[in-house]
Nanobody, 129 residues
């Protein structure tokens, strides 16, 4: 069965950096879209970044030029490099996967996914303070 396990969250000062990782198992990794989402208390979940199986990435406007998503096909891993962190980045971050064509993988500018993701990890907390 599909398993997604996030790691790398923590407490960081404004302007700092963190690197999140997601270990994926139970599915053919290179056939799936992969994405990072986040949810802050009292707010709806929003998309942060996504990457298709060819390595093409998309980002919500609020993280563009600060965050970088990457995938390691050999290790079945997904990463999110987060720089210049702001207090408003505080949220629980989730790794997600969906099986579909490349066009369906993306995150739109305002943070909505092009298509809903199917599989989710339990999340890792990021606190910027």
């Amino acid at each position: 069965h599909v398993q997604l396990v996030e790691s790398g969250g923590g407490l960081v000062q404004p302007g700092g950096s963190l690197r999140l990782s997601c270990a994926a198992s139970g599915f053919t990794y290179n056939r799936f879209c992969m994405g990072w989402f986040r949810q802050a208390p009292g707010k709806e979940r929003e998309g942060v970044a996504a990457i298709d199986n060819a390595g093409r990435s998309s980002y919500a406007d609020f993280v563009t030029r600060r965050f970088t998503i990457s995938r390691d096909t050999a290790e079945n891993a997904l990463h999110l490099e987060m720089n210049m962190l702001k207090p408003e980045d505080t949220a629980k971050y989730y790794c997600a996967a969906r099986k579909g064509p490349a066009w369906s993988c993306g995150i739109q500018a305002q943070g909505a996914p092009v298509m809903e993701y199917d599989y989710w990890g339990k999340g890792t907390q990021v606190t910027v303070s």
